[in-house]
């Protein structure tokens, strides 16, 4: 699908997957496959993943046809310059992230700055967004927020961080969203509770669009006795800081 600006030239077309197991069908609009039967060509973080999902969406080409650039952590960024060609030639290029939007919290950042750069359309699609959607159901504060990413893994590191978030989102009302390795999970709930003020509100939005799906805001006192009724382990979660 390609309009009349793309006609000589391809454009980057950023595409959404699921954030769990739910069906594709209740995330991702019908709209998005006609852009991913428009690529040949992707910029994947994980090969397995990529190609589980284009099987899943019902791409409409053979799939072992399809031409991939892996871009993850350990990439450099002349591994993912080639696909600048294909775009100069007039095809289309998907990127496609592990879980929810490319380029939020995700390398795939790194090949849009390249196509912003070399003046190459960007096409964004529609999809779920785990932060967006825990901001949405937390009840803290939308108007300014903060995604802080992960938080330090040593004991007195993570809590000096928690404090400084608690901080600016008590004094400035900029709630602070962070994740965490979904295996410790259970341990950053037992530090935010023990860390912060007793009437802090904090947010823990679990396995969001799926059945198992887990939201609830609670003060740090609450946190305390509540967060043992309540297993995280292993399971996607964000967590936020609000006033």
Known sequence: MKDNKSVCRGQLILIP?????????????????EWIDSCAVFVVEE????????HAVGYAHAIEQAQFYVL?????????????????????VGVLSEAGLPCV???????????????????PLVGPSSLMLALM????????????GYLPVDKSQRAATIRTLES?????????????APYRNNQMLQSLSETCRADTAICVACDLTM??????????????????????HKRNTVFLIGS
């Not at 090949?111 to 096409?123: H, L, N, P, T, Y």
């Not at 159901?137 to 802080?148: K, N, P, Y």
């Not at 799906?213 to 609450?222: F, G, I, N, S």
């Open 105 to 123: 919290a995700d390398p795939g950042a790194a090949v849009v700055r390249m196509a912003q750069r070399r003046g190459v359309e960007v096409r």
């Open 47 to 54: 090969l397995r993943t990529a190609r589980r999902f284009l």
């Open 168 to 180: 600016r989102a008590r004094r400035d009302g900029v709630t602070q969203l962070f994740i965490e």
């Open 211 to 232: 059945p198992s799906q887990y939201v609830r805001t609670l003060t740090a006192e609450q946190w305390r006795s509540e967060r043992l009724q309540v297993n995280l």
């Open 17 to 33: 997957v699921g954030i769990g197991s739910e069906s594709l069908s209740q995330v991702l609009p019908t709209y998005n496959k």
């Open 72 to 92: 993850n952590e350990h990439s450099r960024p002349e591994d993912i310059k080639e696909c600048f060609r294909e775009i100069e030639a007039g095809r289309n």
């Open 137 to 148: 159901a937390s009840g803290l504060g939308g108007q300014q927020f903060a995604f802080c």
